[in-house]
């Protein structure tokens, strides 16, 4: 299921607030990512504070971005 993303707030613990075009909230967890390529420049709190919406998915400032599909499926909904 493709749904855009809205929204994106960082969040402590490497987390990310998701808002979807259906308006619901998921928590997307970047934590397994950041051992691998791009992703371990995410671990300087400042890049991955960076994250904004690009078009209908998310980016950071080093050009880092993911498939909002992925950011779906992969998050869960908030507690």
């Excluded at 607030?17 to 709190?45: A, M, S």
């Amino acid at each position: 299921m493709y749904l855009a993303v809205k929204d994106v707030k960082p969040l402590d613990d490497y987390l990310l607030l998701l808002r979807f075009e259906n308006e619901e909230e998921k928590l997307f967890d970047v934590k397994p990512y950041l051992d691998f390529g791009k992703f371990q420049e995410l671990k300087d709190q400042k890049l991955f504070n960076s994250v904004k919406v690009c078009f209908d998915s998310i980016e950071w400032d080093n050009r880092l971005d993911l498939d909002p599909e992925l950011l779906y499926q992969k998050s869960h909904k908030k507690a």
